[in-house]
């Protein structure tokens, strides 16, 4: 291998150590323009491009998040903004020490002949995106695959179009000198149980890290953001916060190369305070039977941000407690990763 491959490896692997360092996880702020507007509305706040803004604002300027949080990923209309003083978004985050991110894909969309599936696009032209955005500061990427559970889904075909992709997706990602984080994510919807969704994630991540080894990937260099094994949304029998962490650890060690730079779980639509329960009970009794290879952490969104927006409500008088509420859900999932939950007060 030729110096500047070494170096590239070097770099990669150190900042996807870096990633995860210090107990600290990933803030997944990545929602597009439709999800956020979304957001916005549910929360009783005005979908404009202001509003947007004024919201990335307060998160990516609240003091102290870098305790909690190592990486941010941002959406492309979010890397490229600045604060209302003039200073970019991405030079905010740096100066706190705080490793940017940027979601890559361009969506699920239906795919084709398989009724209710999805494949997720975005491989045309990103090698070209890439290099912009690692011009604009970013140091690593997402790209998301999503899954449902169901009579005879997922199928093969999808399982393994998607593998393709987020392969593919993740060798870009790594020739342009970036980290890529392998989202492939099961679906919480439906009336599955929990052995029927450990039996799916085991059978998608064996697909998606036959792919990374087809295309060589380098898995020092690379994050996977997994579900967690959960019952479907609609199953009458809901595991317990120990029975989750059992088979989400189990599911990671039958499948997880011991290579692999870490994981961190996404939330998935759970609430913030169930995410952060199962995710210390990964600590407090899943991982007593013994050492995992890699480290595990959390890359969550909605359920580290719901709070704040909630409380911010587009107010600007009202955004010193948003941050106040965006830290505190911040510190309860580093807190839980770190098993230190008790050390933390019953609310901010």
Sequence with gaps: MDVVGVLNEA?????????????????????????????????????????????????????????????????????????????????????AGILIGIKVDTGAKPLALHEGEMVTEGLDGLRGRLAEYAGLGAR?????????????????????????????????????????IVEPEVLMDGAHDLADCERVTQRVLQATFAALERHGVLLEGTILKPNMVLAGTDCPVQPTDAEVAQASLRCLERTVPAAVAGVAFLSGGQSGALATSRLAAMQSGGLSHRPLPWPVSFSFARAIQHPAMEIWHGEPGNVAEAQRALLYRAACNRAARLGTQAELPVAA
Excluded at 62 to 78: A, K, M, W
Excluded at 148 to 177: F, T
């Design 11 to 95: 770099s990669l692997a150190a900042t996807a150590q870096a990633m995860l360092a210090g107990g600290r996880g990933l803030l997944a702020m990545d929602e597009s323009t439709g999800t956020c507007n979304r957001r916005l509305v549910a929360a009783g706040i005005p979908a404009t491009l202001e509003a947007r803004h004024a919201w990335r604002q307060l998160l990516l300027t609240t003091r102290g998040l870098n305790e909690s949080i190592s990486g941010v990923i941002l959406y492309d209309e979010t890397i490229r903004q600045n604060k209302d003083a003039g200073t970019r978004f991405v030079d905010v985050l740096a100066s």
């Design 140 to 180: 690593f990427a997402k790209w998301r695959a999503v899954f449902s559970v169901g009579k005879l889904r997922p199928s093969v075909d999808c399982v393994e179009a998607n593998a393709e992709a987020l392969a593919r997706y993740a060798a870009l990602c790594q020739e342009a000198g970036i980290v890529p």
